[in-house]
T-cell receptor, first 111, second 115 residues
């Protein structure tokens, strides 16, 4: 079946550090992949997406590349800010518009 | 701006009570979803609705039902609340226009505690 696995958190970084949050998936076919972000006290917001192999999604300095050969969609940012502190969810789309989410990774950025 | 609103941010109920969680979206979206969010488990789909009066079970529908009588409103019902239904509940909506990769827009969530 379909599943998404993320690296466990929480992840604590200093401001301006490099961020990687790992995400791997299991799926039949070639699903579209997403990263959503949840800021404290809010619902989820779409951060970026990629719809086919080798696509790179990017937004707000975050990037992720759809790697079919490693079934991965790792999230990266070159220099994190305190305002990036949030929970990040990797997800894949299956059967129409439904999504399967990973377990979420909490990021805390210290000044 | 798309807006998805949920009737309560925090709710405390007693075991055995019937609980209604309401979700309203203002963008004429066809699809609506109910998830529960638990630490270490991410979001899990409870029910979704393709359109008015259409509903389908998600991955964890046991103990829940839904109602969608109007396009903008999607209600989640806990027929007899139990302590293991204590969780954060998130509603989302999505348009079907322009393809299947349209994003889901989420409400702020309702944190339900069942005592």
């Amino acid at each position: 079946g379909n599943s998404v696995t993320q690296m466990e958190g929480p992840v604590t970084l200093s401001e301006e550090a490099f961020l990687t949050i790992n995400c791997t998936y299991t799926a039949t076919g070639y699903p579209s992949l997403f990263w959503y972000v949840q800021y404290p006290g809010e619902g989820l917001q779409l951060l970026l997406k990629a719809t086919k192999a080798d696509d790179k999604g990017s937004n707000k300095g975050f990037e992720a590349t759809y790697r079919k050969e490693t079934t991965s969609f790792h999230l990266e940012k070159g220099s994190v800010q305190v305002s990036d502190s949030a929970v990040y969810f990797c997800a894949l789309r299956y059967q129409g518009g439904k999504l399967i989410f990973g377990q979420g990774t909490e990021l805390s950025v210290k000044p | 701006d798309v807006k998805v609103t949920q009737s309560s941010r925090y709710l405390v109920k007693r075991t055995g009570e019937k609980v209604f969680l309401e979700c309203v979206q203002d963008m004429d979206h066809e699809n609506m979803f109910w998830y529960r969010q638990d630490p270490g488990l991410g979001l899990r789909l409870i029910y979704f609705s393709y359109d008015v009066k259409m509903k389908e079970k998600g991955d964890i529908p046991e103990g829940y039902s839904v109602s969608r009588e109007k396009k903008e409103r999607f209600s989640l019902i806990l027929e007899s609340a139990s302590t293991n239904q204590t969780s954060m509940y998130l509603c989302a909506s999505r348009t079907t226009g322009t393809g299947e990769d349209n994003e889901q827009f989420f409400g702020p969530g309702t944190r339900l505690t069942v005592l």
